[in-house]
């Protein structure tokens, strides 16, 4: 078995035929159970896996493979269908939902032969950056056990990084799946918008989510992403890919950024990971967004998305308000209330912010920063209001992002680089950050 436990590596063993899909499912399921302390998992689907493995070696044995991740297993985050098992979205109201079909992002993974091993945990309603939840019981990181793993996919990141699963689905609205990624020290995407189909997913924001991967490794990411992406025609988001663009050659740093506070220990990481665009032939230029508070915008993306989830829990809000908890609960209230006028002012700040990034992103090959400006927090200290100052850019602007690991705090925990890239631009961004990857993850 390899110890590796990358998609990569299993999909070579595999092929090698040095282990097979059951060997394989059996090491994730012990390597589950060894860490349930962590609490990655909401559900783990360990039969339906042991037949699906053995379905994917009598495929192997035939001839018959359905590609690189046939029989690999993956985790899956719970508010993302899959046939047959809960999907709870981490809320008390759905413990009972169990959707008769797979999200299309999961069928396109079954269909290739990834074997579904388990649903992870998330932030309650996916509406929130600690993975703290409520219903059912906080995801810690691998990296240090009273600290978070980021949210809303921390079960995901967590797992990924634990070494449980090779790779896993997130979701994210405004970084919930780059936030976690960097806190756990893994390498996680957010698509384009449109490019993987949100059909089955609970939605969050409808113009704000992504389906993406969480992976041990760009290589890796890139290999989840072939197999989730493609235009569901059932999906109003869902979006056929467009041509892509040259690579030219230039990276930008935006100034816009300097206005939040970063640890000192981000900040020098991020300065040495800055060394490493000369030895690639990049050069680096700071670029800016005229107008542009990414404070103040990220506040504005959360009423958007508070008002936006309050729609799609219009229902329970009514009927069962008493099964969210009060911090869930103050969130949607508050978007429910706000006033058309301070919609429509948010909306418009967004707006503005995210056509100013794919103006930049016309010239440059990708914005750089760090992916948060502080590592993993204990639970229980405040949570800093900054987590997503970063990241919320790119949902607005509907453009690929990836978080990769550029080394780690005194404390031993990592600390994530983001890149941005513009729409469609999802190979060039993975080759920039493989990079990246080489140059400075330890």
Known sequence: MTDEFSIAACSRGLAA???????????????????????????????????????????????????????????????????????????????????????????????????????TNLHEAALGATSDNPHYGRCFNPHGASRTPGGSSGGSAAAVAAGLVPGALGTDTMGSIRIPASYCGAVGLKPTYGLVSNGGVCYVSWRLDHVGPLARSVEDAGLLLDGMAGFDPDCPDSRRAAARRPLGRRLGVLRNFEATAVAPAVREAFDRALGVPDRMGYRVETVEIPGYDPAYARRCGLLMVEADAALVHEKDLAGRPELFSDEARAMLDYGRRASAAKLAKAERVVVLAATGARRLLEELDALVSPTTPQTAFVFGEPVPDSQGDFTALANFAGCPAISVPMGADPAGMPIGLQ???????????????????RATRT
């Open 419 to 437: 890149l941005v890239g513009a729409p469609w631009s999802e190979r060039g961004l993975l080759e920039i950050a493989r990079s990246f990857e």
């Open 17 to 119: 035929r040095r282990f097979s899909a059951r060997e394989l499912i059996e090491a994730s399921l012990e390597r589950i159970a060894q860490r349930r302390e962590l609490n990655c998992f909401i559900s783990v689907l360990a039969d339906r896996a042991r037949a699906d493995a053995e379905d994917a070696d009598r495929r192997r044995a035939q001839g018959r493979s359905l590609g690189p991740l046939d029989g690999v297993p993956i985790g899956v985050k719970d508010n993302i269908d899959v046939a047959g098992s809960p999907a709870t979205a981490g809320m008390a109201t759905r413990r009972g939902h169990v959707p008769p079909q797979d999200a299309f992002c999961v069928a396109k993974l079954r269909a290739q032969g990834a074997i579904i091993i388990g649903k």
